[in-house]
């Protein structure tokens, strides 16, 4: 079945270190790709989306790119604020199914 | 007001209760799910309805009902809880397209004595 593995955290960077967060799938067909966000006490909200193969995401500068060769949607920030200590999820949506998998999620805490 | 609500935000149970979780949205979208949230497992769907008449289980439905109300309600059952069901549950909603994107709640903390 589809599953989504993205790296463990939790991940500590100070203030305007460059961020990278890995995230691979398994998927059958074309799913489309996502990365959420949680901040601390809330649901989740939409990060980027990429639909298709080389499609680059981005938001808030942060970005990332689908890869179908490498089955990868790996999340990077050029320069990372305190305000985006969070959790990250990788998710894909099945393109038969139309159900969501969830990566497991990544702590991040940016230090001042 | 938010778009999808969730109440109540968070219950104390004792096991063997029944609870129900509520969710209901105004984004007129068609499609709903119930997820549960627990530490380094990330989110993992309970439920799913993609209109009224269109219910389906998700990979971890055991012990769980649900009942779509109407297009913009949505409620998850615990009829017998268990303190392994003790965890956070998001509901969240999506539009019929091609590249929905999911819209969750603020979640509900449940902890079961």
């Known amino acids: 079945g589809d599953s989504v593995t993205q790296m463990e955290g939790p991940v500590t960077l100070s203030e305007e270190a460059f961020l990278t967060i890995n995230c691979t799938y398994t998927?059958?067909?074309?799913?489309?790709l996502f990365w959420y966000v949680q901040y601390p006490g809330e649901g989740l909200q939409l990060l980027l989306k990429a639909t298709k193969a080389d499609d680059k995401g981005s938001n808030k500068g942060f970005e990332a790119t689908y890869r179908k060769e490498t089955t990868s949607f790996h999340l990077e920030k050029g320069s990372v604020q305190v305000s985006d200590s969070a959790v990250y999820f990788c998710?894909?949506?099945?393109?038969?199914?139309?159900?969501?998998?969830f990566g497991t999620g990544t702590r991040l805490k940016v230090l001042a | 007001d938010a778009d999808v609500t969730q109440t109540p935000r968070n219950r104390i149970t004792k096991t063997g209760k029944r609870i129900m979780l509520e969710c209901s949205q105004t984004?007129?979208?068609?499609?709903m799910y119930w997820y549960r949230q627990d530490p380094g497992l990330g989110l993992r769907l309970i439920y799913y309805?993609?209109?009224?008449?269109?219910?389906n289980k998700g990979e971890i439905s055991d012990g769980y009902s649900v009942s779509r109300q109407a297009q913009a309600k949505f409620s998850l059952s615990l009829e017998s809880a268990i303190p392994n069901q003790t965890a956070l549950y998001f509901c969240?909603?999506?539009?019929?397209?091609?590249?929905?994107?999911?819209?969750f709640g603020p979640g509900t903390r449940l902890t079961v004595l």
């Open positions: 984004k007129g979208h068609d499609r």
């Open positions: 309805s993609f209109d009224v008449k269109d219910i």
């Open positions: 969240a909603t999506g539009a019929r397209s091609s590249t929905d994107t999911q819209y």
């Open positions: 998710a894909l949506r099945d393109s038969g199914t139309y159900k969501y998998i």
């Open positions: 998927a059958t067909g074309y799913p489309s």
